[in-house]
């Protein structure tokens, strides 16, 4: 930017401003000097003096010629003006002594009464402001004593009277105190007192928060026993109606029917929970207009807490303990929601109680997730379900419990099989396979109440003579009682819960069927093939027949048993005791078709007789004798013994099949067909005799084949319409066979008879071999 240039000022400028110029105002008695003030400056800022000093001098010569001018054309008339003054001037001197002494002897006069009057004055300005001091320290006194109760109410705790004291104070009429500092001061002061209340109400519920949590527990406990007791008397109250017993704790029907007499836990003889200071809080918080600042931090205080409650990891033994903290907490939530209007949301609660509830499933999972002892699951259960019934009572959503609880069951049902399948196991290992014998009625009746029998058997044996002998085992009975045990455990440990009946009937349905067939049924199967007295397999045989006829009673038991809880019905399968009665059954068949065999080697057959036997071999008789005898007094069903004749039977006539087919003797003739023929019909005859001639037909192929042989009526085996009529039962490849054997018999012969006879059976032979060509028959 340039630089200002410094303005120059003309001769005619500077005689203008001089001209201005009035040294002596006419009208004024004062040197008017004012004016020379801004000329003099500008004249140094424009640095001319030297300019303005010649003009100035020039301006007073003028000035000098004219008053010059002036006096010597009024000389005269001055002369004479200047005498009348010099005696006016005189006159007036005299007159302003006069004035003089007269002012100072009045000045003198009143001066001392001005004085007294400004001392007056000043006295009563002076008793003005001492009147107005001592009003302001007095309403300074009073406001200074309101602040000071002030404190004193926070000391005390009664935060509300503080607090309307801080309102008193700024509602204070308009006075002289109101414009004075110490007042201004006062009301900036106001907040931070608000804030003091605000901390101390504050103070106040953390310190009854910590106090609640240290009675949480108690609280719990309280709550828990006042259910445990109304649960235990809907329990009598159901035993005597059974028209109850579909109705649990908690329900329409108890809350109706059994007399209430709810303990309020929190105000009891033994408790009593003062909510005061939370009240408190809220009413100064509310009147603060901070209700959302304290809502936010009671929330996460009461989170902090609850993240508190559960250690990590979960001891199960403190279970119970726990649980009645969380109980206590919740029962005091619960009350806070319903008495504090909107302070607390049921959104605000329910976030609490979900987080806690889904730690608490884990912690309880994590400590049972190495736990086989099914009776810790059992106090886990016992432990949880008065807690669920508890908060269930103060609305509270429980349905995560109940699935945590069905999912304790599944493996609680899962170890209790286990322990019992070993126990099932081991009853079978020290069997003995015999008939379980009692001697006193007692013992009768006791035994006979363990076991499920069909309602006819089991009047009978009442009503039997002592001693008896059951119809089955000692392994038997144990099986029952523990059966009886374990139902009793599996339902022990749903006992209360009332949700979900059907997956717990299933899955004791799916318990039972495999400790049924998995261990009971094939622990007797394994039994089986161990035992080789025929006593005891045809005891497992009838400890079989019990048990088809237990998971029938059984069936029907369960199903009852669950009706009346709403249960489904229960369908246990039998068809692995069927598959094992038919293995037993076989072993009897094949302990008898060993004992046949010492028969059969005792059999002396001549296989190329000269001549035929009108009688049946000797050793048929002790055969029957025997098989009679035997199959006759086996304690079982007469179709299961019918089942034994038919094995024993089949078994017979198999080994006489053998002789005429197997390979143990290489040729015979007909006369050894014929005393073949003779036994099959002595043992046809037996079996009509002992009323069991519907077992003949095993003796079908065998009397058919030695009727074909012995009539000469092979071509007539040749023709299909004959041979699906007559000769249905005959199997080509044994008839080929038998062919064969006499042909080796004929051609082993020196007789032409012989040899032509062997010769036709060789034809017939091959001719049975061309119609059915490679069949396996």
Same mark, same amino acid.
């Given at each position: 930017?340039?630089?200002?240039?410094?303005?120059?000022?003309?001769?005619?400028?500077?005689?203008?401003?001089?001209?201005?110029?009035?040294?002596?105002?006419?009208?004024?008695?004062?040197?008017?000097?004012?004016?020379?003030?801004?000329?003099?400056?500008?004249?140094?800022?424009?640095?001319?003096?030297?300019?303005?000093?010649?003009?100035?001098?020039?301006?007073?010569?003028?000035?000098?010629?004219?008053?010059?001018?002036?006096?010597?054309?009024?000389?005269?008339?001055?002369?004479?003006?200047?005498?009348?003054?010099?005696?006016?001037?005189?006159?007036?001197?005299?007159?302003?002594?006069?004035?003089?002494?007269?002012?100072?002897?009045?000045?003198?006069?009143?001066?001392?009464?001005?004085?007294?009057?400004?001392?007056?004055?000043?006295?009563?300005?002076?008793?003005?402001?001492?009147?107005?001091?001592?009003?302001?320290?007095?309403?300074?006194?009073?406001?200074?004593?309101?602040?000071?109760?002030?404190?004193?109410?926070?000391?005390?705790?009664?935060?509300?009277?503080?607090?309307?004291?801080?309102?008193?104070?700024?509602?204070?009429?308009?006075?002289?105190?109101?414009?004075?500092?110490?007042?201004?001061?006062?009301?900036?002061?106001?907040?931070?007192?608000?804030?003091?209340?605000?901390?101390?109400?504050?103070?106040?519920?953390?310190?009854?928060?910590?106090?609640?949590?240290?009675?949480?527990?108690?609280?719990?406990?309280?709550?828990?026993?006042?259910?445990?007791?109304?649960?235990?008397?809907?329990?009598?109250?159901?035993?005597?109606?059974?028209?109850?017993?579909?109705?649990?704790?908690?329900?329409?029907?108890?809350?109706?029917?059994?007399?209430?007499?709810?303990?309020?836990?929190?105000?009891?003889?033994?408790?009593?929970?003062?909510?005061?200071?939370?009240?408190?809080?809220?009413?100064?918080?509310?009147?603060?207009?901070?209700?959302?600042?304290?809502?936010?931090?009671?929330?996460?205080?009461?989170?902090?807490?609850?993240?508190?409650?559960?250690?990590?990891?979960?001891?199960?033994?403190?279970?119970?303990?726990?649980?009645?903290?969380?109980?206590?907490?919740?029962?005091?939530?619960?009350?806070?929601?319903?008495?504090?209007?909107?302070?607390?949301?049921?959104?605000?609660?329910?976030?609490?109680?979900?987080?806690?509830?889904?730690?608490?499933?884990?912690?309880?999972?994590?400590?049972?997730?190495?736990?086989?002892?099914?009776?810790?699951?059992?106090?886990?259960?016992?432990?949880?379900?008065?807690?669920?019934?508890?908060?269930?009572?103060?609305?509270?959503?429980?349905?995560?419990?109940?699935?945590?609880?069905?999912?304790?069951?599944?493996?609680?049902?899962?170890?209790?099989?286990?322990?019992?399948?070993?126990?099932?196991?081991?009853?079978?290992?020290?069997?003995?396979?015999?008939?379980?014998?009692?001697?006193?009625?007692?013992?009768?009746?006791?035994?006979?109440?363990?076991?499920?029998?069909?309602?006819?058997?089991?009047?009978?044996?009442?009503?039997?003579?002592?001693?008896?002998?059951?119809?089955?085992?000692?392994?038997?009975?144990?099986?029952?009682?523990?059966?009886?045990?374990?139902?009793?455990?599996?339902?022990?440990?749903?006992?209360?819960?009332?949700?979900?009946?059907?997956?717990?009937?299933?899955?004791?349905?799916?318990?039972?069927?495999?400790?049924?067939?998995?261990?009971?049924?094939?622990?007797?199967?394994?039994?089986?093939?161990?035992?080789?007295?025929?006593?005891?397999?045809?005891? +497992? &045989?009838?400890? $079989?027949?019990?048990? %088809? @006829?237990?998971?029938? #009673?059984?069936? =029907?038991?369960?199903?009852?048993?669950?009706?009346?809880?709403?249960?489904?019905?229960?369908?246990?399968?039998?068809?692995?005791?069927?598959?094992?009665?038919?293995?037993?059954?076989?072993?009897?068949?094949?302990?008898?078709?060993?004992?046949?065999?010492?028969?059969?080697?005792?059999?002396?057959?001549?296989?190329?007789?000269?001549?035929?036997?009108?009688?049946?071999?000797?050793?048929?008789?002790?055969?029957?004798?025997?098989?009679?005898? +035997? &199959?006759?007094? $086996?304690?079982?069903? %007469? @179709?299961?013994?019918? #089942?034994?004749? =038919?094995?024993?039977?089949?078994?017979?006539?198999?080994?006489?099949?053998?002789?005429?087919?197997?390979?143990?003797?290489?040729?015979?003739?007909?006369?050894?067909?014929?005393?073949?023929?003779?036994?099959?019909?002595?043992?046809?005859?037996?079996?009509?005799?002992?009323?069991?001639?519907?077992?003949?037909?095993?003796?079908?192929?065998?009397?058919?084949?030695?009727?074909?042989?012995?009539?000469?009526?092979?071509?007539?085996?040749?023709?299909?319409?004959?041979?699906?009529?007559?000769?249905? @039962?005959?199997?080509?490849?044994?008839?080929?066979?038998?062919?064969?054997?006499?042909?080796?018999?004929?051609?082993?012969?020196?007789?032409?008879?012989?040899?032509?006879?062997?010769?036709?059976?060789?034809?017939?032979?091959?001719?049975?071999?061309?119609?059915?060509?490679?069949?396996?028959?």
């Amino acid at each position: 930017m340039a630089p200002q240039r410094r303005p120059q000022y003309t001769q005619e400028n500077i005689d203008q401003q001089l001209q201005q110029i009035h040294l002596l105002d006419p009208s004024s008695s004062s040197e008017n000097l004012e004016q020379l003030g801004p000329i003099i400056k500008q004249i140094h800022a424009n640095r001319q003096q030297e300019a303005y000093l010649r003009n100035l001098q020039a301006l007073i010569a003028t000035k000098d010629s004219e008053i010059e001018q002036i006096c010597t054309d009024n000389y005269q008339e001055f002369i004479s003006s200047a005498s009348t003054l010099f005696t006016v001037k005189s006159y007036t001197n005299n007159l302003r002594d006069k004035i003089t002494t007269l002012d100072a002897s009045v000045s003198q006069v009143g001066r001392g009464l001005v004085e007294k009057k400004r001392t007056l004055l000043q006295s009563k300005k002076t008793a003005a402001k001492l009147d107005e001091a001592i009003d302001t320290l007095q309403a300074c006194l009073k406001v200074l004593d309101v602040v000071n109760r002030i404190g004193e109410l926070i000391k005390e705790g009664k935060y509300w009277s503080a607090l309307r004291s801080l309102e008193d104070i700024q509602s204070l009429p308009s006075n002289s105190l109101s414009q004075t500092p110490f007042y201004q001061h006062l009301l900036s002061s106001l907040p931070s007192l608000r804030i003091q209340i605000q901390n101390a109400v504050t103070a106040s519920m953390k310190q009854w928060l910590l106090e609640i949590r240290n009675v949480s527990g108690l609280v719990g406990k309280l709550a828990l026993e006042a259910m445990d007791y109304r649960t235990r008397k809907w329990r009598s109250r159901r035993e005597k109606d059974p028209m109850l017993r579909l109705s649990r704790v908690g329900s329409a029907v108890e809350m109706v029917i059994q007399e209430r007499s709810d303990i309020n836990v929190l105000d009891s003889e033994k408790l009593k929970v003062d909510f005061t200071p939370l009240y408190q809080c809220i009413h100064i918080y509310t009147t603060l207009d901070s209700i959302d600042d304290l809502r936010r931090s009671y929330q996460a205080d009461r989170k902090a807490q609850s993240d508190l409650i559960l250690p990590d990891p979960l001891p199960l033994a403190s279970l119970p303990n726990l649980t009645q903290e969380i109980c206590g907490f919740f029962i005091i939530e619960s009350h806070v929601l319903e008495t504090t209007g909107n302070f607390r949301s049921e959104r605000e609660v329910e976030e609490l109680w979900e987080a806690l509830v889904a730690r608490l499933a884990s912690a309880v999972n994590a400590s049972l997730a190495n736990e086989t002892d099914p009776d810790a699951f059992l106090r886990v259960k016992e432990c949880l379900i008065g807690f669920i019934t508890t908060l269930e009572s103060y609305s509270y959503a429980t349905q995560s419990l109940h699935s945590l609880i069905l999912m304790l069951f599944e493996k609680y049902a899962g170890l209790l099989e286990g322990q019992f399948s070993r126990r099932f196991d081991g009853i079978f290992l020290e069997d003995d396979h015999l008939p379980m014998q009692v001697t006193i009625p007692s013992e009768r009746d006791s035994v006979l109440a363990v076991v499920w029998l069909d309602p006819s058997e089991q009047e009978d044996l009442s009503k039997s003579g002592l001693p008896l002998s059951l119809p089955w085992s000692q392994g038997f009975f144990l099986c029952c009682q523990d059966i009886r045990n374990f139902i009793q455990k599996f339902y022990h440990f749903v006992d209360g819960v009332s949700q979900h009946h059907g997956n717990i009937d299933e899955l004791l349905n799916k318990s039972l069927d495999r400790l049924l067939a998995n261990h009971i049924s094939s622990s007797i199967s394994k039994c089986l093939s161990s035992t080789s007295t025929l006593s005891q397999v045809v005891q +497992i &045989v009838s400890n $079989l027949e019990h048990f %088809e @006829v237990a998971c029938s #009673e059984l069936e =029907r038991s369960l199903t009852s048993l669950r009706s009346t809880q709403r249960g489904g019905a229960i369908r246990l399968s039998s068809s692995s005791f069927a598959n094992t009665i038919t293995r037993a059954l076989n072993r009897v068949t094949g302990l008898i078709t060993s004992k046949l065999d010492d028969f059969f080697d005792l059999a002396e057959y001549d296989w190329t007789p000269q001549s035929r036997e009108d009688t049946p071999s000797m050793y048929l008789y002790e055969l029957i004798n025997w098989l009679t005898t +035997i &199959v006759d007094s $086996l304690v079982i069903k %007469e @179709v299961y013994k019918d #089942e034994a004749y =038919r094995g024993a039977v089949g078994y017979i006539a198999e080994c006489l099949m053998n002789f005429m087919i197997g390979p143990d003797v290489p040729a015979m003739n007909e006369n050894a067909v014929s005393n073949i023929l003779v036994d099959t019909e002595f043992l046809e005859g037996e079996l009509t005799r002992i009323g069991r001639d519907h077992l003949s037909s095993v003796f079908a192929e065998l009397h058919s084949m030695a009727s074909v042989i012995l009539n000469d009526t092979v071509q007539d085996y040749l023709v299909p319409q004959v041979r699906q009529t007559t000769y249905s @039962v005959i199997r080509p490849k044994r008839l080929q066979t038998l062919l064969e054997k006499l042909t080796r018999y004929g051609s082993s012969r020196r007789d032409a008879q012989s040899r032509e006879r062997g010769d036709r059976r060789r034809k017939e032979a091959e001719a049975v071999g061309r119609v059915f060509p490679g069949e396996n028959r």
